[in-house]
């Protein structure tokens, strides 16, 4: 059990203990006390023996990182002497990778120039094919209206059962 937890229900023990009037003294359940007192007597060793092991662990990381450090410091060293006398090829490599990074740029502006023109190409296309269906759709709404506009025109042959006279026209929504 963690210590921390442990004393704060000590804590807690002493906090609800009785004080008798006229005394800093407090009273508690013993009973409750030797056994928080037992607790901790168990837990205290174990959370030494953890921050023992952490100790160790971190130890042992610096030990590490401090043997990776010099080992890195003499890589670093050896490249260096190397690379010395290696300079000439470097130089060379370091002109190849230019000419390779500026024709992989020139091939990247050339395929992007080509899908903006394929995209535009699709495009238009897409414009035109939704032309022709708003044009479509336009002329069906015409229709429409000039159908409504004759049926709306048209003379009632109907007349009212109850008074004999001409039903009056109907008044049908007009589209827009």
């Excluded at 091939?107 to 023109?117: P, Q, T, V």
């Excluded at 009632?156 to 049908?172: E, H, I, L, Q, V």
Aim: glycine letters at 4%; hydrophobic letters at 40%; proline letters at 3%.
């Amino acid at each position: 059990m963690d210590i921390l937890h442990l004393i704060d229900r000590l804590e807690a023990l002493l906090n609800e203990g009785t004080h008798p009037p006229f005394t800093k003294r407090v009273l508690i359940d013993d009973q409750r006390a030797w056994e928080l007192i037992d607790q901790m007597r168990i837990a205290i060793p174990e959370e030494v023996k953890k921050a023992k092991r952490i100790n160790q662990e971190r130890d042992r990381i610096i030990a590490q990182a401090n043997e990776e450090a010099a080992r890195l410091v003499d890589l670093a060293k050896d490249q260096v002497e190397q690379l010395a006398g290696e300079h000439e090829v470097a130089k060379t490599a370091q002109t190849r990778a230019s000419t390779i990074i500026e024709r992989a740029q020139r091939e990247a502006e050339s395929l992007k120039a080509d899908a903006d023109e394929y995209v535009a190409k699709v495009l238009s296309q897409l414009d035109g094919d939704l032309s022709k269906v708003l044009g479509v759709v336009r002329n069906g709404l015409l229709k429409l209206q000039s159908e409504h506009d004759y049926l709306d025109a048209a003379p009632s042959d109907s007349t009212d059962p109850s008074t004999g006279a001409a039903a009056p026209k109907s008044t049908s929504a007009r589209v827009s």
